[in-house]
């Protein structure tokens, strides 16, 4: 650090060596997915502390500090809201608009209340009542109110459209292999990123969604990521 300059301290999981990022130690609590817009411009007045320790390490230091919230529950759901049923928090938000569930093969299966309202992958609360499922959300089309389904086999993809990428520290010459997180949590992926943004995995992911981060790793170091088509 600088002396005199001033810097911003964060709680997030996750460390910096040499003006690069990477996992946290504890990779259990590791929160390096949600900071792929991160710069070098950012990262040198960013601190994260607790990214050499893990979570149990860090209620002992909280107690021996006296902080009140040492032994707090782990939040859940949204932050800073907790948990909460999506569907009835985004009707507060999105009107209901009824439109169709249309299996793949083209069949109509039944109606919904709102495309927005479900997620790639959901199974529960579609209420198709025609035999031949389970039916999963497969994709949506959001300007005809429209939401596909199909079965388990058609959630899985192998090759998807990246944008708006951004690097942590300069980028990399592509094509990469290098390992993709497409969701928070998810297992790191084997993956090719070409010129054009297409990211190819070795291994099908299951529900790719439109909308989500995909992040890019090599190593335990975060590069950056985009935003899945």
Request: glycine fraction near 12%; hydrophobic fraction near 35%; aromatic fraction near 10%.
């Amino acid at each position: 650090m600088k002396e005199g300059a001033n810097y911003i301290a964060t709680g997030h999981y996750v460390r910096v060596k040499n003006g690069r990022l990477f996992v946290a130690k504890d990779k259990n609590k590791d929160q390096s997915y949600f900071l792929w817009t991160l710069k070098q411009k950012h990262l040198e007045k960013c601190l994260f502390p607790i990214g050499e320790y893990t979570k149990p390490e860090v209620r002992k230091l909280a107690k021996k500090f006296g902080l009140p919230n040492h032994d707090k529950k782990d939040s859940q759901g949204v932050c800073f809201i907790g948990p909460l049923d999506m569907k009835s928090f985004l009707q507060t938000k999105i009107k209901p608009k009824l439109g169709k569930i249309i299996h793949l093969d083209g069949r109509t299966l039944g109606a919904h209340d709102g495309v927005y309202y479900y997620t790639i992958g959901q199974r529960h609360g579609l209420n198709i009542g025609i035999g031949g499922g389970p039916y999963f959300v497969v994709s949506k089309d959001v300007k005809k109110n429209i939401i596909y389904v199909g079965g388990e086999k058609d959630l899985l993809n192998k090759k998807t459209k990246i944008s708006e990428i951004s690097w942590v520290n300069g980028g990399l010459k592509l094509p990469a292999q290098l390992d993709a997180r497409l969701r928070y949590r998810a297992g790191l992926k084997k993956a090719v990123l070409k010129k054009n943004g297409e990211l190819e995995l070795e291994k099908p992911e299951r529900a790719v969604t439109a909308g989500q981060s995909a992040v890019f790793y090599r190593k335990g170091e975060l590069l950056g990521g985009g935003i899945i088509q």
